[in-house]
């Protein structure tokens, strides 16, 4: 049988307030481009592929390594690839054409998560070496479409399940959690606390994060934030190295042909739940699935990737001090 799985919930946080606090003033966000790329099939050019039923697809996911190089999931390329200052600075290929996402950890080494044709995360070193594989399907995932995300942290390798909890499945070395240790939410990127985010009311706009100690269970804060128009769908979940949450959504006006005035709302969170800043970005205008779309640096830079009519570009965004 499955190991067993058993999950604490944090313990209660404090009662909610009557009504979400007032988010800051939201302002346009310039950005650089840190990355730009055609479509096609050269080094320094991602794959595309225009779905005859459902949405096209091109890369997938991307990240940001400690030094700063961007390294892009290039799926229908089957391969990795990663840009420092902009230009092409190596790639690795993909034994697979099926991996949707990507993670790193601090050291360094890369995650990658195939949900549907292996149904494996598998663990490179930083020139793409494969370290360790490990099935998905197991404890309390009983299949792989059910894992919504990778992660990584110094004390190993998660999978997200149906965006709530999370599983280990790999420990630091990179040998299988036969446990299958199981967590709140995500792990923070200093490895202390654990994180969620929830649409608390998708018409009106209000979103909660909320963020549990790690290694006590105890809720350190849950914020709920009006964003002042309907919350299409929640796009990113992160932290920095300084323990700041960050939090991106989409709004705008659903219709039937699309939506309507849409935006990218990204919301930083200081260390006590409040939030300190709001930018406004564009929404992708494609329509490119995307499983990976945004994710902020160590030093709380935030980085979107969208897709254009020509290729691909990452571009990095930061918050005032």
């Known amino acids: 049988p499955p190991p067993r799985v058993t999950l604490t919930p944090p313990l209660p946080a404090p009662p909610r307030a009557p009504s979400p606090p007032t988010p800051p003033a939201a302002r346009d966000a310039t950005s650089t481009v840190v990355v730009r790329g055609r479509w096609g099939g050269q080094p320094g050019e991602f794959g595309h592929s225009a779905q005859t039923e459902g949405n096209p697809e091109g890369p997938m996911a ?4 400690p030094d700063g190089a961007v390294v892009v999931l ?13 230009r092409l600075a ?15 950890t601090p050291d360094g080494r890369l995650v990658s998560l195939d949900r549907l044709a292996t149904a494996a995360v598998t663990l490179h070193d930083a020139d793409g ?3 360790a594989t490990t099935r998905l399907v197991g404890g309390s995932i009983a299949e792989g479409g059910a894992v919504t995300g990778v992660f990584a942290d110094a004390r190993g390798v998660y999978v997200e399940r149906e965006h709530r909890d999370v599983v280990r499945i790999l420990d630091a070395a990179g040998h299988e959690d036969t446990a299958r240790t199981a967590l709140w939410g995500r792990p923070s990127r200093d490895g202390r606390q654990l994180l969620r985010a929830s649409i608390d009311d998708r018409v009106r706009g209000v979103v909660r994060v909320s963020v549990a100690a790690r290694e006590n269970g105890a809720m350190d804060w849950s914020t709920a934030v009006p964003l002042g128009a309907t919350v299409v769908q929640l796009v990113m979940l992160d932290s920095d190295a300084a323990g700041l949450v960050y939090m991106a959504a989409e709004t705008g006006t659903p219709t039937p042909d699309g939506v309507r005035d849409a935006v990218i709302l ?3 969170f200081d260390t006590n739940g409040a939030a300190q800043g709001l930018l406004r970005l564009p929404a992708p ?3 490119e699935e995307v499983f990976r779309p945004m994710c902020v640096d160590d030093a709380g830079a935030v980085y979107a990737m969208m897709a254009t009519a020509e ?3 990452v571009r990095r965004y930061t918050f005032a001090s």
Request: no cysteine; proline share 0%; charged share 20%.
């Open 62 to 65: 991307f990240t940001v390594t």
């Open 129 to 131: 070496a494969t370290i």
């Open 74 to 86: 290039d799926t229908q390329n089957r391969r990795v690839q990663r840009f420092a200052d902009g």
């Open 266 to 268: 990204v919301l930083r």
């Open 311 to 313: 290729g691909v570009e």
């Open 285 to 287: 205008a494609g329509a």
């Open 90 to 104: 190596g790639s690795f290929g993909l034994a697979s054409g099926a991996v949707q996402d990507l993670a790193r």
